[in-house]
């Protein structure tokens, strides 16, 4: 959310993988997943580890082959403008590692984090931390929303979610 011109993709190694919200009474969540080539592949050490017979080196086979991954939690408040727009304003974020970077490191285990927020006096203005989305459609199964800033997003509902 908030005031900002959008990334520079192409400068940065990574890739955008899972995109979805968790709406409740009080929050609003951005999840997203952000992985990077550069660490995807089966570096020469942890191979050769691997190759030693009997030895357990690295992480569980179905491990070795998932792409180091951060999932991110982006958490919002919001407030709903009548007819159809929703403003959030961002409020924290919490990270956790997945996966294995070439193939030996393991971060599966490692737990999830709360990055650290500026006390309240150093904290930009909510204006700042904030952005809108209309609604332009809302059924039981998808939601079209368009951001400020032009962009388009089209949700569906999980099922067995509820409502």
């Known amino acids: 959310g908030g005031r900002r011109p959008g990334p520079l993709a192409a400068l940065f190694p990574l890739s955008l993988g899972q995109?979805?919200?968790?709406?409740?009474?009080?929050?609003?969540?951005?999840?997203?997943?952000?992985?990077?080539?550069?660490?995807q592949?089966?570096?020469?050490?942890?191979?050769?580890?691997?190759?030693?017979?009997g030895a357990n080196w690295g992480p569980p086979q179905e491990t070795q082959n998932k792409a180091p991954t951060l999932a991110a939690s982006l958490r919002h408040s919001y407030k709903i403008e009548l007819p159809n727009t929703v403003v959030i304003t961002f409020e924290s974020t919490k990270a956790k590692p997945t996966g294995a970077i070439g193939g030996f490191l393991n971060l599966d285990g490692l737990p999830e984090v709360a990055i650290p927020e500026l006390p309240e006096g150093l904290r930009p203005?909510?204006?700042?931390?904030?952005?809108?989305?209309?609604?332009?459609?809302?059924?039981?199964?998808?939601?079209?929303?368009?951001?400020?800033?032009g962009e388009l997003r089209i949700y569906s509902r999980v099922e067995g979610e509820s409502t």
Do not use: C, H, M
């Not at 968790?22 to 997203?32: E, S, Y």
């Not at 592949?41 to 017979?53: H, N, S, Y």
């Open 125 to 149: 203005p909510a204006e700042l931390r904030s952005a809108s989305f209309r609604v332009t459609y809302l059924d039981p199964k998808f939601r079209i929303t368009r951001g400020d800033r």
């Open 19 to 39: 995109v979805y919200q968790v709406i409740t009474d009080d929050w609003l969540d951005n999840n997203v997943e952000l992985s990077s080539y550069l660490l």
């Open 41 to 53: 592949g089966q570096d020469a050490f942890a191979a050769a580890l691997g190759r030693i017979p």
